[in-house]
T-cell receptor, first 119, second 112 residues
Framework: SAVISQKPSRDICQRGTSLTIQCQVD?????MFWYRQQPGQSLTLIAT?????????ESGFVIDKFPISRPNLTFSTLTVSNMSPEDSSIYLC????????????????FGAGTRLSVL | DQQVKQNSPSLSVQEGRISILNCDYT??????FLWYKKYPAEGPTFLIS???IKDKNEDGRFTVFLNKSAKHLSLHIVPSQPGDSAVYFC???????????WGAGTKLIIKP
């Protein structure tokens, strides 16, 4: 398994500003992911954070709005840029240890999330 | 196109009884299935998983059943306890694909 530490746990931000969320894993992991969860809804994948290369973004999410870094195998950041009230959500970091699903087992472990409110 | 469906937004069960949460999927390429539990203000916690080569996996009070022909899986919790009150998510992945496809979640309420 993997223990994920995510910070900040919550923040209230002004429109037009940016917030960087940090995600630290207690061991080296193959894959790291960033999700968004709107109230009462399921998890939506924003992007996969690739170590040493650019993140892979899902449809509807772009690098200019959600720049991601992954400088090593245990750490990643997600920045929410030029925020608007529509960005108010819970942002979650997850990680997959081992072979990242190549052996069939594909368990993701999650941080506690960052609850973001944009005024 | 919703590939993983949890059709019950909520479920209420008496403490001590069995809770059954259901999940249907449409993609026949899915071969690994997971259940997560989520409390408010926390991230999802992995509960139990099952590979498509099995039809049942058990871990303590939690059992997951997989019916591949019906593209249906269920999570049984026996006996249900107050601490089981949470939102339960079903997720699925294809072989050698690290992405998980998530259901909408079912809110389980255990009544004392």
């Amino acid at each position: 398994s993997a223990v994920i530490s995510q910070k900040p746990s919550r923040d209230i931000c002004q429109r037009g500003t940016s917030l960087t969320i940090q995600c630290q894993v207690d061991s080296q992991v193959t894959m790291m992911f960033w999700y968004r969860q709107q109230p009462g809804q399921s998890l939506t994948l924003i992007a996969t954070a690739n170590q040493g290369s650019e993140a892979t973004y899902e449809s509807g999410f772009v690098i200019d709005k959600f720049p991601i870094s992954r400088p090593n195998l245990t750490f990643s950041t997600l920045t929410v840029s030029n925020m608007s009230p529509e960005d108010s959500s819970i942002y979650l970091c997850s990680a997959t240890p081992g072979t990242g699903g190549l052996d069939g087992e594909n368990i993701q472990y999650f941080g506690a999330g960052t609850r973001l409110s944009v005024l | 196109d919703q590939q993983v469906k949890q059709n019950s937004p909520s479920l209420s069960v008496q403490e001590g009884r069995i809770s059954i949460l259901n999940c249907d999927y449409t993609n026949s390429m899915f071969d690994y299935f997971l259940w997560y539990k989520k409390y408010p203000a926390e991230g999802p916690t992995f509960l139990i998983s099952i590979s498509s080569i099995k039809d049942k996996n058990e871990d303590g009070r939690f059992t997951v059943f997989l019916n591949k022909s019906a593209k249906h899986l269920s999570l049984h919790i026996v006996p249900s306890q107050p601490g089981d009150s949470a939102v339960y998510f079903c997720a699925a992945s294809e072989f050698r694909n690290y992405q998980l496809i998530w259901g909408a979640g079912t809110k389980l309420i255990i009544k004392p």
